[in-house]
């Protein structure tokens, strides 16, 4: 077959000589398929998501409550970004961390990772803090059009809405 990208061209070779070869084939902690045919080879595949309607989006925080009482957290700015695997959020501080959805949770696969400056500003602190605390307890998630709600174990609500990519 014959490829006008050349690039692709090479990897379709390469991918083929591996799999006719004598190929090793092993799964990382994410559930990533790694095909080895010796050093120069390596590939990686992964998993199609299923029905993962959070990759590749990006979420502000605009609410947090239990119900009865709501706090406006709009004025902090901070977002969460959705890829297929990982999490990265922003308010005073970064953060990351890895997830797998599991039926209507979103479950934490690594330890959260953040910065740690200090912040003056009391709603990016509440929101990071709580955003943080959320995510840690692999919260319940509803998606209604632009809107994801995440509720955690203790039933605490954050509401967010769809927003750009920075």
Not at 31 to 53: D, M, S, V
Not at 89 to 100: E, M, P, T
Not at 111 to 120: A, D, F, G, K, Q
Not at 131 to 147: F, M, R, W
Request: glycine share 6%; with cysteine.
């Amino acid at each position: 077959m014959l490829c006008a990208d050349q690039e692709l061209m090479t990897i379709e070779q390469n991918l083929t000589k591996a799999l006719s070869g004598e190929a090793t084939y092993e799964f990382d902690y994410n559930n990533n398929l790694i095909i080895k045919n010796g050093e120069e080879n390596q590939f990686k595949f992964r998993p199609a998501p299923a029905n993962n309607l959070l990759i590749d989006t990006t979420w502000r925080l605009e609410t947090k409550g239990n119900g009865a009482v709501w706090t406006d957290l709009s004025k902090a700015n901070a977002k969460l970004t959705f890829s297929d695997t990982h999490i990265s959020g922003r308010a005073c501080n970064g953060l990351g961390v890895d997830y797998r959805l599991e039926d209507n949770k979103i479950v934490m696969t690594g330890s959260m990772i953040s910065t740690l400056m200090y912040c003056e500003d009391e709603n990016l602190m509440d929101a990071e803090s709580t955003i943080s605390q959320v995510l840690q307890s692999n919260p319940e998630y509803k998606l209604a059009g632009d809107t994801l709600t995440l509720i955690s174990t203790e039933g605490l609500q954050l509401k967010f809405s769809r927003s750009e990519a920075e």
